[in-house]
T-cell receptor
Framework: GAVVSQHPSWVICKSGTSVKIECRSL??????MFWYRQFPKQSLMLMAT?????????EQGVEKDKFLINHASLTLSTLTVTSAHPEDSSFYIC??????????????FGPGTRLTVT | RKEVEQDPGPFNVPEGATVAFNCTYS??????FFWYRQDCRKEPKLLMS???SGNEDGRFTAQLNRASQYISLLIRDSKLSDSATYLC??????????????FGAGTRLFVKA
């Protein structure tokens, strides 16, 4: 299957600082990528849909000024958590669809980034 | 009511057992269905797609019942390595022509020796 990478895999930062997470599709071009957040023992929650060359679409309740998404190329989307607070500590996962894949709706997930804000 | 509901479990079964999970969805506009597997602190990985005609892959069988709006996953001859959280995933069509993906909260499975 298609490969999606994420960097960093884990990060610890101080409250008030910003953290950037990268999501890359390694062997296919992804016009659309998705950013999820998962708290312990809870389901994945879609935060936003990242569209190459245009603004991201945020889910209800997700602050777009706090979670900045940039999808500058067909293989890279970034999520920046601005002015992070301890309640932002979570597992952030990106995914992408391979438009040429056999299973059109299949999402390939990155390995996730574990963010801890102290 | 949640759009996708699963029994959180955990299901504790011995090796070799057969175990079945169900998942219900509320939106009749749901278009496609999947089971994903997620290991602890890892990303979800696609296990299999789910079709009305049924889909079998080795020890795993998935079934979709559109009339009753539920999806099932059957695991036969459970292995220790099957221990994971199984996520029911539904794509729901939207008026814009796209669709959104809804994840169930997952069902935890523990297979014991």
């Amino acid at each position: 299957g298609a490969v999606v990478s994420q960097h960093p895999s884990w990060v610890i930062c101080k409250s008030g600082t910003s953290v950037k997470i990268e999501c890359r599709s390694l062997d296919f071009q992804a016009t659309t990528m998705f950013w999820y957040r998962q708290f312990p023992k809870q389901s994945l929650m879609l935060m936003a849909t990242s569209n190459e060359g245009s603004k991201a679409t945020y889910e209800q309740g997700v602050e777009k000024d706090k979670f900045l998404i940039n999808h500058a190329s067909l293989t890279l989307s970034t999520l920046t958590v601005t002015s992070a607070h301890p309640e932002d500590s979570s597992f952030y996962i990106c995914s992408a669809r391979d438009p040429t894949g056999l299973v059109f709706y299949e999402q390939y997930f990155g390995p996730g980034t574990r963010l801890t804000v102290t | 009511r949640k759009e996708v509901e699963q029994d959180p479990g955990p299901f504790n079964v011995p090796e070799g057992a057969t175990v079945a999970f169900n998942c219900t969805y509320s939106n009749s506009a749901s278009q496609s269905f999947f089971w994903y597997r997620q290991d602890c602190r890892k990303e979800p990985k696609l296990l299999m797609s789910v079709y009305s005609s049924g889909n079998e892959d080795g020890r795993f069988t998935a079934q979709l019942n559109r009339a009753s709006q539920y999806i099932s996953l059957l695991i036969r001859d459970s292995k220790l390595s099957d221990s994971a959280t199984y996520l029911c995933v539904v794509n729901i069509g939207e008026r814009t022509g796209g669709f959104k993906t809804i994840f169930g909260a997952g069902t935890r499975l523990f297979v014991k020796a």
